[in-house]
């Protein structure tokens, strides 16, 4: 641009010295303008530079500043978009992951609607004909059977081992070598999954062993005059949810949207007591809820389980028939049913479990007379075999009148399980 007058501001060129003398001569204080020199204002700070030289350096040094500025600043606006983008990415990867988990969750607990009982049982006999491993008129004849069993509401009682508890006295009347003394349940029958249920029945053929030997003792027929023969998985998920219906654990029950009837849901030590109370079945869970001996062992369980079976079964006999039923044993991910204990010549105590997930074939063994012992290896637990993180149990003991299973529904509402130190 053309000089500018320092006076005025007004763009004057090489007629500057004109300009001044004409108009602003009087502010010289002199009458010329030899002295007067052209002066130059920077755009962006308003300094007035006397040469066009100092001018130039001093608008580079401003436009220097503004790049290394503006550089700062994008370089800046690009990490922090940079970091926006990775925080998007994980957080779309963290939710990514707990859907899977989520999914997964729901399939291995059975809540993802894939169908129940009777689903798995067909998909499984399907695959059984497809691999040529069953005759098409065998699976017509067994999804026949089927139907009325679910249809009764019974067990077909095909995956039943009963004699074993019998079987188990007469070995250890004989037995010399190791053991002091031995408490049994009274008779259980044991259930194993079948095709229906393989990989999440556990829970429930747990709870038809626990029924199988409290219908064979009398203090509990008036509780069970409707349930006289063992209620098939289908069932046994009604009446859970019959249970939830009165009042019973609503916690538990939210967790399942109040339904178990036609899924593959799991099913635990909450659900086992639920049930028991309101068939008016006295019993408790008991919460071993951490390791109580070295290397993750829990020594007070074998202690508590002992306690049970010795409780008004202290005769001098060496083999000790009692009429207490089995412990349903939780722990996550699997279920089981203690149904004695041994106590070695050593003192140190051995559990006997019926596991719902070993097959009829094996159990069968158990009533063969063994003198070596080979087939009873299936049933013992050490205290070294148990070293889950937690453990619950659910023991029955004795019957409720209905104001006292009234009372332990509106507790269940709040705690149903006391915790072992």
Request: hydrophobic fraction near 30%; charge should be negative; proline fraction near 4%.
């Amino acid at each position: 641009g053309l000089p500018e007058c320092p006076f005025c501001g007004e763009a004057a060129g090489r007629e500057l010295e004109e300009h001044v003398r004409a108009r602003h001569g009087h502010l010289l204080g002199a009458p010329g303008i030899e002295n007067v020199e052209q002066l130059y204002e920077c755009p962006m700070c308003s300094l007035t530079c006397t040469n066009i030289q100092i001018l130039e350096e001093h608008v580079d040094l401003h436009l220097e500043e503004q790049s290394f500025s503006d550089g700062i600043i994008r370089d800046l606006e690009l990490a922090q978009w940079l970091q926006t983008e990775e925080d998007k990415c994980q957080r779309s990867e963290e939710e990514k992951q707990e859907r899977e988990e989520f999914k997964k969750l729901q399939r291995q607990y059975g809540l993802d609607n894939s169908g129940g009982y009777k689903q798995q049982f067909l998909k499984n006999m399907e695959r059984e004909v497809n691999r040529g491993r069953m005759q098409p008129f065998e699976y017509h004849k067994r999804k026949a059977d089927m139907m009325e069993c679910l249809a009764s509401g019974i067990d077909d009682g095909k995956t039943k081992t009963s004699g074993v508890i019998e079987a188990l006295c007469k070995y250890y009347q004989n037995e010399n070598k190791d053991v002091r003394r031995v408490w049994l349940s009274t008779g259980v029958d044991h259930f194993h999954s079948s095709l229906g249920d393989r990989g999440w029945g556990c829970g429930y053929r747990n709870f038809q062993m626990l029924l199988s030997s409290l219908l064979q003792n009398s203090l509990y027929n008036d509780c069970l005059r409707d349930t006289t023969l063992i209620p098939s998985i289908p069932k046994i998920q009604s009446m859970i949810e019959d249970a939830w219906k009165e009042g019973f654990d609503p916690h538990g029950a939210s967790h399942f949207n109040n339904r178990l009837c036609g899924s593959k849901a799991w099913i635990g030590a909450c659900e086992i007591y639920s049930l028991l109370t309101s068939l008016r079945i006295k019993c408790q869970i008991i919460d071993f809820h951490k390791p109580t001996g070295p290397t993750g062992t829990h020594p007070r369980l074998f202690e508590w389980v002992l306690r049970y079976y010795s409780t008004d079964n202290e005769g001098g006999a060496k083999v000790l028939c009692t009429s207490k039923p089995p412990i349903y044993l939780q722990h996550q991910g699997h279920s089981r049913i203690v149904v004695g204990i041994e106590e070695k010549k050593n003192k140190t105590l051995c559990l006997l479990l019926f596991d719902p997930g070993c097959p009829s074939q094996e159990m069968q063994k158990l009533l063969k007379q063994n003198s070596d012992g080979t087939n009873i290896k299936l049933l013992r637990k050490f205290v070294g075999s148990l070293k889950e993180k937690q453990y619950q149990i659910v023991a029955v003991d004795g019957v409720l009148s209905l104001e006292e299973k009234a009372a332990c529904c509106r507790a269940s509402q709040v705690l149903t399980s006391e915790k072992i130190p």
